[in-house]
């Protein structure tokens, strides 16, 4: 397992400064968005080359959603991503996150009546990562699928929920994204879950459970990073949390994080 954290203005302007930045508090990665990756690839590349840290992961900078209600949304944010995952590929990121949606519709709070069954949101999933699968494989890169919690998504908020659709359609390109923030909220037992889901987890995001830098609340990331090593995960995990005096709290996540992969580890080994 190793350390990733979100690009943030923090770090600095050029990406040679932000990747020797991360790789100074203790990171092993970073993860960017995909609108900036396509926008300064060279920079990045280069970056990446002279410091030794890779780009990690790619979230976001696409339009629409492939879960999105409008199927020209829905089209555009396909497009935007089988883009991105070629750029992906050829920095030699391990993948492209992709929620189904994100604040879209909840049914946990007032909207209106959503325009779809929850069997017709299967149904447009299942045809967008098919699409998304595909380029995947031409791109020689994953799609990382994010289940959020209720609040933010109607329509994946489990991992077994986004496991059901990999499943079924067969796409050997599509992993799932452990987030546990989200998990806190939705799963009954995070280290069952991500059991049960095994290798189809490829990359995992960390806040804690207030959603600020992990350590900072009350989340067991002790028991979820045994199960990480039970299933042999030796993917990235990337800080996406709250960014509150990060001079401090960066360096204190990494040693807090650090502390944990070790003691998990060396319990298990």
């Excluded at 629409?64 to 949304?73: Q, R, T």
């Excluded at 944010?77 to 883009?83: C, H, T, V």
């Excluded at 007032?110 to 595909?134: G, I, M």
């Excluded at 990073?225 to 960066?250: D, K, R």
């Amino acid at each position: 397992m190793k350390l990733a954290v979100q690009d943030r203005g923090f770090f600095g302007e050029s990406f040679k400064e932000k990747l020797l930045k991360v790789k100074e508090y203790g990171f092993e990665g970073m993860e960017i968005s995909g609108d900036v990756l396509i926008n300064r690839y060279d920079e990045i590349k280069k970056a990446t080359t002279d410091t030794g840290i890779p780009i990690s992961s790619i979230c976001g900078g696409y339009r629409g959603w492939i879960g999105a209600f409008d199927k020209d949304e829905r089209q555009h944010a396909i497009q935007d991503i089988g883009e991105i995952l070629r750029y992906a590929a050829e920095i030699g990121a391990n993948g492209v996150i992709a929620p189904a949606a994100y604040g879209m519709y909840s049914t946990k709070l007032p909207h209106p009546k959503a325009p779809r069954t929850a069997d017709e949101d299967r149904e447009v999933l299942l045809d967008s990562l098919e699409q998304l699968n595909k380029l995947a494989i031409e791109a020689g890169s994953k799609l990382y699928l994010e289940p959020l919690n209720r609040y933010e998504d109607h329509m994946l908020n489990r991992l077994e929920q986004a496991q059901s659709l990999i499943i079924a359609g067969g796409f050997t390109s599509v992993q799932l994204l452990a987030d546990f923030f989200h998990m806190n909220i939705e799963e009954a037992d995070i280290s069952k879950s991500i059991l049960e889901t095994k290798s189809l987890v490829g990359h995992v995001h960390l806040a804690d459970s207030n959603r600020q830098f992990p350590g900072l609340g009350h989340l067991d990331f002790h028991a979820g990073f045994q199960a990480l090593h039970q299933i042999n995960f030796s993917g990235f995990l990337a800080i996406e949390c709250e960014v509150t005096h990060p001079e401090q709290n960066y360096a204190n996540a990494v040693h807090y994080l650090k502390g944990i992969i070790q003691k998990s580890y060396g319990e298990l080994s």
